[in-house]
């Protein structure tokens, strides 16, 4: 618990400061609507649904300005890289913007049905105070536009309006419908479901923030809502001067005769979002403008299980280990961008991704390179962008779990090992590696057999045998394949890699692994990096709690996954 809480006590500091600023300004603007002498003859006729509508509205504002800041890839990068000297737990808060970006979401979708449901409170009462003839200050007050047509606090000015037409007629009523449903589109195509088997749904809905974002800043604009001025209040102050708008004097020459004025609320939806906007349109520019830049495929490989690699040069592309890019290939789509890890180490004079067959778009751009013998598809590409595996060599020895696909991050890292043994680097803190993948069927693990196969050798030649070890995992076999490995168990190398590590059948019992790294590193700061689904990173990051020593001067774990 010790070490979980110094993991995440930024975490929980910057949570708590989200938390705390939504609730201040909730509750300073709901008192402010609700007690504010200047909103008294408003709420006359709307009650204390106007001052629910109003804070959820401050809130609304608050929330959209933080929305576009956690998915600003290129501005996460520029500080994760100019942080490269922080201490890990500042660094790794970058790798929750995702999550802080989806609980911003939701927050807003809390808070648009708020602020929805008080406005039809307000217009409901709106129309209500409109059609009274009973001489109650409601009534007065909404019958005032009949004497100056300037002078109207009701909205409302026919007894035939409904709800419904003010609703879908007016600037605040159709912008509000407008923002809602993209709302609940964009929120509803982002559920794990969605993104995972009909990505381009939630890929092209997502883009509906446009139109949230501008319905946003024209939303009030009309200004429907509104309260008597500050010139009117100073002159006609409704502490003292409201009973005379019931019982008014024939002749009246008393200084409360003189009816108030009112104005509209003026719009500050724009003072929010307007540095975040600006600043997401220039992040579009500079991904528009990389995503040019002529990319040249230099090789093209099918491996096993339909895995597809891609080996590109770009000029002046950088990269480092673990580090993904964005992948457009007009052929298959003009408007879909998909992410991929980086399999490439940053010593090479290329880099590359590797493809699985996991959905239409990745079945297509598969057949298409298939289908192309003369002439390669063009690509488009933009990034690097950092990832958590940045930082592996941080830490003195490294836990890397892959599943499936998954492996590709920890490609990256084990191919830079391997160059920085051939030059013999000497600045490499990490000491020693582990790596575990679990994949479902034994094809996969062909594609990435040579390069293990080359670190063996290679890491035997230099006399660290023991600086990597590897366990590989089939969760998925049939009998054949599990006589065949019994059959042939006393071979030196295995039947399913032809590596010297045998492939074991079934998952990994994580506190058994975690339990003897923990043995054999008793002083040292592990980093634990996960590239795979969340049902394993809670397994792991379980573990890494559990088998973390309270003594500062022992064993510790972190947890590390990856973020797309």
Known sequence: MGN???????????????????????????????????????????????AWARASAKCLNFNSMLILLPVCRNLLSFVRGSCSCCRRTLRKQLDHNLTFHKLVAYTLALLTAVHTIAHLFNLERYNYSQQANDGTLHAVLSKMHLQDSNKWLNPIHSNQTTVEYVA??????????????????????????????????????????????????????????????????????????????????????????????FGSIPAESWKWVLAPVILYIFERILRIWRSCQKVVITKVVMHPAKVLELQMQKKG?????????????????????HPFTLTSAPEEDFFCIHIRAAGDWTERIIDT???QKLEMPRIKVDGPFGTASEDVF????????????????????????WYRFQQNDQTLKTKKIYFYWLCRDTGAFTWFNDLLASLEQKMAESGKADFLTYRLFLTGWDNSIANNAALHFDTVT??????????????????????????????????VFLCGPEALAKVLQRSCHQHSSLDPRKVKFYFNKENF
């Open 4 to 50: 979980w809480l110094v993991n995440h006590w930024f975490s929980a500091a910057v949570l708590a400061a989200w938390l705390g600023i939504n609730i201040f300004l909730f509750t300073y603007y709901f008192l402010f609507f609700d007690q504010d002498e200047k909103y008294f003859y408003t709420r006359a006729i709307l009650g204390s649904a106007l």
């Open 168 to 261: 879908f007629t007016t600037i605040p009523g159709l912008t509000g419908v407008i923002i809602t449903l993209a709302l609940i589109l964009m929120v509803t195509s982002s559920t794990e479901f969605i993104r995972r088997n009909y990505f381009e749904v939630f890929w092209y809905t997502h883009h509906l923030f446009i139109i949230y974002f501008i319905g946003l800043v024209i939303h009030g604009v009309a200004g429907l809502v509104r309260g008597q001025t500050e010139e009117s209040m100073k002159e006609v102050h409704p502490d003292h001067c409201a009973t005379f708008l019931l019982q008014k004097p024939k002749e009246c020459r008393q200084k409360c005769c003189k009816e108030p004025e």
């Open 317 to 337: 592309f950088h990269m480092e280990v673990g580090q993904y890019i964005f992948v457009n290939c007009p052929a298959v789509s003009v408007l879909e961008w």
């Open 369 to 371: 390179f298939q289908q």
């Open 394 to 417: 941080m830490y003195e020895v490294a836990m890397l779990v892959g599943a499936g696909i998954g492996v590709t991050p920890f490609a990256s890292i084990l191919k830079s090992i």
């Open 494 to 527: 295995d039947t399913v890699t032809g590596l010297r590590h045998k492939t074991i059948f079934g998952r990994p019992r994580w506190d058994t692994e975690f339990s003897v790294v923990a043995t054999a590193h008793p002083r040292s700061v592990v980093g």
